[in-house]
């Protein structure tokens, strides 16, 4: 055969095999939800296991030494019977006469096995001997006989009317039974033990030769309808389906599970996970598919149930505290449709209704009013359902949501407490798994559908749909008796068709409700609080009665531009200190910026260090060494001969510093040197009198010591060091000579 002709084929019947093998990843809702608990006559219960009668309607429970008995219906205690030991489980006779009670088995003591007559609520003298170690117990469908484990790795037969041993199962396990199950038919018994041994008997104890190895402890075991196969669940989830011929059929993984039921009338496998994601599933027996499954909010430990060919009618599940959760299909309260006065508009007159207000306070508790006497016909708004609207975009989103009274949020609290951990707080965990659990055992098609027919909008229409379940407070990292009561939502978002135009109005006109497909059957319905978001972020509100008239929400364009202006002026007076100070940060900063340029751009004109400054200066000379005036005078003749200027020198190579300041005492002693007095010269004087010396660093070239201050050059152009020359040019005055006359010796 071509080799790559092989792969294809083995790929396709690969395939094959994974999908017949592999259920579909998520599986649809039961149709059931959580209607009740029945609640343990002790605060400190913890459930470990459940049976049902329904021909007597009853529910029996045990915890720890104690087994109850709930109405099934109303699921009140009807009585409590204590044992000696602990009770391991419990199982009704098929005929609905008797009770057997299994408890923990002491080999001194033979009456651990026990049969209650349920009419006359007396035990039978007569008991047997069963197991120190947990297992179950099962009833022969002609109710005659019982099967338990012994302590000597197999199982007795019990004969009921007179608790004698019929017949043994022996030979066959090296360890503790842990599973006993008779088939459908009576014909056969399955056996499993705690290393994963499988055998089968017939009715007699006879061992038929059949035998199967899982390799890990069995939990559960049942036959099909018929007697056609045999399946078993491990501790560890998995699950395994046998032909009575001795071959094995299918096996599939579902986790950390408990226990499993094989349908009476139908080919379908009914298996309690009992992971941190609790459910029970219903599984196709040929073909492993998931049909259906219950979400579970709590631990579960042991189930029993009332099935219709394969269909869960009702379900109750051992949670390891002092309740027994029931789910079903929730029923009308007890009152509705009578005739009477209804303040809140649920149907049911107000003297059959526990809640006439329809707060979610029961009115012998309700107090949540302010200058009322009657807080009963108050009602709170923050408890009302209530649906919350807003537009956002070209969608629109409804919240749903909706308070439990205290009675249900203490009982939720306590069931959610365990569903992960044995502790006093609600994980976020849990809460999650409460969220789930109510999402999907609710029929959301059904939800929608009724929502999206009760909107009318003027322009357009709903279209779509999509839900989402939400715990909204009340519950996560609450201890079970805080105050708070637990509110939960559900959020649709509907699309508008065509894109929303406005202004339009949307009128709801009617109050819906899916008591019968929900969790919202214990949780009040009406009157509902309705709350609109506007585009403007407005919000209004107002209490709708069923009696009242229909709300309408009116949204328009007008809302919108408003809401820019206030948003704005809003953002302004809540920003006004931030923003002054911005605002004078930038004056102070532009300030400063203004003031350096205009420091660094200053240009000193020569006005400020012209001649004058240079005259003085010559003159102070003259007066100090007034001998040396002519030569002075002579430099500076051949200075301004020269064709090249030559920078300016403050003071001669020639001359040091004391013979200068002599010249310029004896120039200006000279009377010949005085100018003629005038009011122009005082004027002139007192101006020159306000001219500053100015000095800087010096620096030397090859000409000599240079001033760093600004001084006049001899060709009329300013030497300011560093600064660029001034090209403007100015003729340079030339200075008179200045000649002293000597006194003659006549004359002295």
Not at 76 to 101: C, K, L, T, W
Not at 362 to 375: A, H, M
Not at 474 to 497: C, E, H, N, P
Not at 660 to 672: A, D, F, L, R, W
Request: negative net charge.
């Amino acid at each position: 055969m071509n080799p790559m002709k092989s792969n294809y084929v083995s790929v396709i019947l690969c395939t094959l095999f994974i999908s017949l093998v592999i259920p579909s990843a998520a599986a649809n809702s039961s149709g059931i939800n959580f209607v009740g608990v029945t609640l343990a006559d002790s605060n400190d219960a913890y459930t470990k296991s459940v049976a049902l009668d329904a021909e007597h309607d009853l529910v029996a429970s045990s915890y720890g030494k104690t087994l109850e008995f709930h109405d099934m219906d109303t699921l009140e205690i009807i009585n409590s019977i204590d044992f000696v030991r602990e009770i391991y489980d419990i199982q009704f006779s098929p005929n609905g006469e008797d009770i057997a009670i299994s408890l923990r088995a002491e080999q001194s003591i033979p009456d651990s096995i026990q049969i209650m007559n349920l009419e006359t609520g007396e035990i039978k003298p007569e008991k047997g001997r069963g197991n120190d170690r947990y297992g179950n117990i099962d009833w022969s469908p002609n109710s005659e006989n019982i099967i338990t484990p012994n302590m000597n790795n197999g199982a007795d037969i019990y004969n009921t009317e007179t608790m004698s041993i019929a017949n043994q199962i022996s030979g066959q396990h090296v360890s503790d039974v842990t599973c006993v199950k008779y088939s459908k038919s009576g014909n056969y018994i399955v056996t499993g033990d705690e290393l994963g041994r499988v055998n089968i008997w017939d009715s007699l104890g006879e061992y038929q030769e059949i035998s199967f190895e899982v390799q890990e402890e069995i939990i559960g075991c049942d036959f099909s309808q018929s007697d056609a196969k045999l399946a078993v669940v491990t501790v560890t989830g998995n699950l395994y389906t046998f032909s009575l011929s001795g071959s094995q059929l299918q096996s599939l993984d579902l986790g950390d599970s408990h226990e499993m039921k094989w349908s009476l009338n139908s080919d379908r496998i009914f298996i309690l996970e009992s992971d941190n994601s609790p459910e029970l599933i219903v599984i196709d027996g040929s073909t492993f598919e998931q049909i259906s499954s219950v979400r579970l909010m709590h631990k579960s430990l042991d189930f029993a149930l009332i099935e219709n060919q394969g269909v869960i009618m009702d379900l109750f599940v051992a949670t390891d505290s002092n309740h027994i959760a029931a789910y079903g299909t929730p029923t009308l309260p007890e009152g509705f449709g009578s005739i009477g006065s209804d303040l809140d508009g649920d149907n049911i007159p107000d003297i059959l209704d526990d809640d006439d207000d329809g707060d979610s306070h029961l009115d012998d508790w309700d107090f949540n009013c302010l200058n009322e006497t009657v807080c009963s016909r108050t009602p709170d708004i923050s408890t009302l359902r209530s649906y919350q609207i807003n537009l956002v975009g070209d969608t629109l989103v409804i919240d749903d949501v909706y308070t439990m009274n205290t009675i249900d949020t203490y009982t939720f609290r306590n069931l959610s407490r365990r569903s992960i951990i044995s502790d006093q707080r609600i994980s976020y965990e849990e809460t999650n798994l409460i969220e789930g659990a109510i999402c999907h055992n609710m029929d959301k098609n059904d939800y929608i559908t009724k929502l999206r027919s009760s909107i009318e909008l003027s322009i357009g229409q709903i279209n779509n749909g999509s839900l989402e379940c939400r715990i909204i407070e009340g519950l996560s990292f609450t201890k079970w008796d805080d105050k708070g009561q637990i509110k939960f939502a559900f959020r649709t978002t509907f699309d508008i068709i065509p894109n929303a135009s406005l202004p339009f109005t949307i009128e709801i006109v009617d109050q819906i409700s899916v008591i019968g497909s929900s969790i919202t059957h214990i949780v009040e319905n009406h009157p509902v609080y309705i709350t609109q978001v506007k585009l403007d972020g407005i919000v209004e509100s107002s209490v709708w009665y069923n009696y009242g008239e229909n709300p309408v929400l009116n949204y328009s364009t007008a809302e919108k531009s408003d809401n820019q202006i206030e948003s704005i002026l809003g953002k302004i007076v809540d920003n006004i200190a931030l923003i002054l100070a911005v605002v004078l940060a930038c004056i102070l900063s532009t300030w400063f910026l203004i003031r350096r340029n205009n420091l660094n751009s200053t240009i000193l004109h020569e006005i400020d260090f012209g001649e004058d400054e240079s005259d003085e200066e010559d003159e102070d000379e003259d007066i100090e060494h007034p001998e040396y005036v002519e030569e002075f005078d002579d430099i500076l003749d051949d200075v301004l001969q020269t064709n090249k200027p030559e920078p300016i020198m403050t003071y001669t190579d020639d001359l040091d510093y004391e013979e200068t300041n002599n010249m310029k005492i004896q120039e200006v002693n000279n009377p010949k040197k005085r100018a003629a007095f005038s009011l122009d010269d005082d004027s002139q004087s007192n101006d020159d009198s306000k001219v500053k010396r100015r000095s800087g660093k010096i620096d030397r070239n090859k000409q000599g010591p240079v001033m760093s201050t600004k001084r006049q050059r001899l060709d009329g152009k300013l030497d300011i060091p560093g600064e660029k020359i001034i090209t403007k040019k100015r003729v340079a005055k030339p200075k008179q000579r200045k000649v002293r006359r000597v006194k003659s010796d006549d004359e002295l």
